[in-house]
């Protein structure tokens, strides 16, 4: 399967610690990367590869993959950090693109 | 600093055509691919086609592909996405990206702000 599933919804406080997950078989061959979506701004790429930041994307901010599963992880949750996350990878032909339906994270 | 800037888009008939550009500047364009990704109201991000850095392969989510075209001219720093045969669920805000390397990457790291596309009669 090409497709990527995400939780739909999360919340966390503010401070704490949250993980928004990405599930696909093409993730067992193809690092995911990771986007933060906020309304009227262009997408922001915050995690790629086995767990790289562009720069000056904060170290709050960090990736993880295991089996069907790539991580990304918040810790320590700011409000500046409630946006729409979506995980892309390469599909298992290699050439094609898929996103993951995206999760909304509120930051209480 | 990297720039993307996407523009072309309009209200269009079902049936109709459009053609999108997106103007880079800040890096070498030639050296890589570029992508257009499109959000619906109100759904997730939506892959539609990539184009390698020399423009030699081009590649098509199944949604779009036959009816959508992409294309770029390095002299000018611009990558298109021609559409023809619109249809109302083509409706959205397209993107246009910047990939990592010369070929297909997942990674794309400069996005443009989008520019809107309605298919309505």
């Known amino acids: 399967s090409s497709e990527l599933t995400q939780d739909p919804a999360l919340s966390v406080a503010l401070g704490q610690t949250v993980k928004i997950t990405c599930r696909g078989d093409t993730l067992r061959s193809h690092f995911a990367s990771w986007y933060q979506l906020k309304p009227g701004q262009a997408p922001l790429l915050v995690i790629y590869g086995k767990n790289n930041r562009p720069s000056g994307i904060p170290d709050r901010f960090s990736g993880s993959s295991s089996g069907d599963t790539a991580s990304l992880t918040i810790t320590g949750a700011q409000a500046e950090d409630d946006a729409d996350y979506y995980c892309n990878s390469r599909d298992t032909s290699g050439n094609h693109l898929v996103f993951g339906g995206g999760t909304k994270l509120t930051v209480l | 600093e990297v720039n993307v800037v996407e523009s072309g888009g309009d209200l269009v008939q079902p049936g109709g055509s459009l053609r999108l550009s997106c103007a880079a500047s800040g890096f070498t364009f030639s050296s890589y691919a570029m992508t257009w990704v499109r959000q619906a109201p109100g759904k997730g991000l939506e892959w539609v086609s990539t184009i390698s850095g020399t423009g030699g392969s081009t590649y098509y989510g199944d949604s779009v592909k036959g009816r959508f075209t992409i294309s770029r001219d390095n002299s000018k720093n611009t990558v298109f996405l021609q559409m023809s045969s619109l249809r109302a669920d083509d409706t959205a805000l397209y993107y246009c990206?910047?990939?990592?390397?010369?070929?297909?990457?997942?990674?794309?790291?400069?996005w443009g702000q989008g520019t809107l596309v309605t298919v309505s009669s």
């Open positions: 990206a910047k990939g990592v390397r010369v070929v297909v990457s997942a990674t794309q790291d400069y």
